[in-house]
């Protein structure tokens, strides 16, 4: 009964930016870390960067220093801000959080958003 939606993708040139946001909603009780991942046509899911609930993260090397993840407890979402793109950061983009739902007798479990493209081409 949670859901993560993805919003903020599209066609950028390299040098450019985007900024996306994921936004969760449903029967929440609380939500743990908040992350981002891609995953490029023939390649595997990887990790792009995490947010813990105490506000500390974490980058995968390819993004450091131009990428920045950050979340709005308050609007349980995240975002996840892109600088001087590239053409290798042409990917789909997953939002992936941990949530302890409403519902008595469930633990933390993972969500995952429906993704969201980014193609960065000139």
């Known amino acids: 009964q949670v859901q993560l939606v993805e919003s903020g993708g599209g066609l950028v040139q390299p040098g450019g930016s985007l900024r996306l946001s994921c936004a969760a909603s449903?029967?929440?009780?609380?939500?743990?870390?908040m992350g981002w991942y891609r995953q490029a046509p023939g390649k595997g899911r990887e990790l792009v960067a995490i947010v813990g609930n105490g506000r500390s993260t974490n980058y995968a090397d390819s993004v450091m220093g131009r990428f920045t993840i950050s979340r709005d407890n308050a609007k349980n979402t995240v975002y996840l801000q892109m600088n001087s793109l590239k053409p290798e950061d042409t990917a789909v983009y997953y939002c992936n959080a941990l949530i302890l739902t409403a519902s008595q007798g469930v633990g933390e479990q993972a969500y995952w958003g429906q993704g969201t493209q980014v193609t960065v081409s000139s």
């Open positions: 449903g029967s929440i009780f609380s939500i743990n870390a």
